[in-house]
């Protein structure tokens, strides 16, 4: 069964900086790309960040490059997103799970980003 736990959100004020983590069991992590992924409410749930199974990324999005950053430990089946120069518009609940994900797919709780002053 597939459980994927995600941490390290906060709120943080403009131009500041979090690590995510996403600890996943139930899954072959060693093999599988997983992803960073951010919904905000009546907005679709958009990909932030890819990670191939070795764990070189291989995607982020415009409005991420540069400030945002995935790696991943294999050995302990986890996925970080390190995120600088948080900007208000990265609020959003941040979720991980593998790429691609099927509609029946678990999803974890997620972990709540706020940027405010």
């Known amino acids: 069964q597939v459980q994927l736990v995600e941490s390290g959100g906060g709120l943080v004020q403009p131009g500041g900086s979090l690590r995510l983590s996403c600890a996943a069991s139930?899954?072959?992590?060693?093999?599988?790309?997983m992803g960073w992924y951010r919904q905000t409410p009546g907005k679709q749930r958009e990909l932030v960040a890819l990670?191939?199974?070795?764990?070189?990324?291989?995607y982020y999005p415009d409005s991420v490059k540069g400030r945002f950053t995935i790696s991943r430990d294999n050995a302990k089946n986890t996925v970080y997103l390190q995120m600088n120069s948080l900007k208000p518009e990265d609020t959003a609940v941040y979720y991980c799970?593998?790429?691609?994900?099927?509609?029946?797919?678990?999803w974890g709780q997620g972990t709540q980003v706020t940027v405010s002053s």
């Open positions: 799970n593998k790429y691609p994900y099927l509609p029946d797919d678990y």
């Open positions: 990670s191939r199974s070795g764990g070189i990324s291989i």
């Open positions: 139930g899954v072959i992590f060693s093999i599988t790309k």
